[in-house]
């Protein structure tokens, strides 16, 4: 006797997708949140700027303020003209020569530093790996 299976493929990949969209958004807004823990808090608004600027749902995460790219490297930078760290409007910085540490206030948050997110990445990776497996796993199963 004869047997026929037929798979649906395209509803296959279909739930796939789904399901790794929802774990990429769910584990995407814990990665925030971990960088931020790493994140020098400021009075502007860097880490506020995290929550507004990112595309949780994308798995994009941005920090948008004029000094962010500044901040995250941790190397001094200054106006190209003037060699001063407060750059004129619209100038792009560039690296202090020789190269110049940033010194980060610790008083608002003792882990303030630079590259937050591979150091939220050194100390975390391992659970944003298991909240994404178990986040498909669950979409996966509905």
């Given at each position: 006797m004869p047997v026929t299976v037929n798979i649906n493929t395209a509803q296959i990949a279909m739930?796939?997708?789904?399901a790794a969209g929802k774990a990429v958004g769910t584990v995407a807004e814990i990665i925030l949140d971990d960088c931020?823990?790493?994140?020098?808090?400021?009075?502007?608004?860097l880490i506020a700027s995290s929550y507004t600027n990112s595309d949780i749902l994308k798995g994009n995460l941005v920090w948008s303020t004029p000094y962010a790219r500044y901040l995250?490297?941790?190397l001094l930078m200054i106006d190209p003209v003037t060699k001063s760290a407060?750059?004129?409007?619209?100038?792009?910085?560039?690296?202090?020569?020789?190269?110049?540490d940033l010194d980060y206030d610790k008083t608002k948050n003792p882990n303030?530093?630079?590259?937050?997110?591979?150091?939220?990445?050194?100390?975390?990776?391992g659970e944003w790996q298991e909240i994404y497996e178990k986040t498909f796993r669950e979409e996966l199963n509905k």
């Open positions: 739930k796939i997708r789904a931020n823990e790493y994140c020098p808090k400021d009075q502007d608004g995250y490297h941790g407060y750059a004129r409007e619209e100038q792009k910085k560039e690296l202090a020569s020789p190269e110049v303030a530093g630079a590259h937050w997110c591979e150091r939220a990445y050194a100390d975390k990776h």
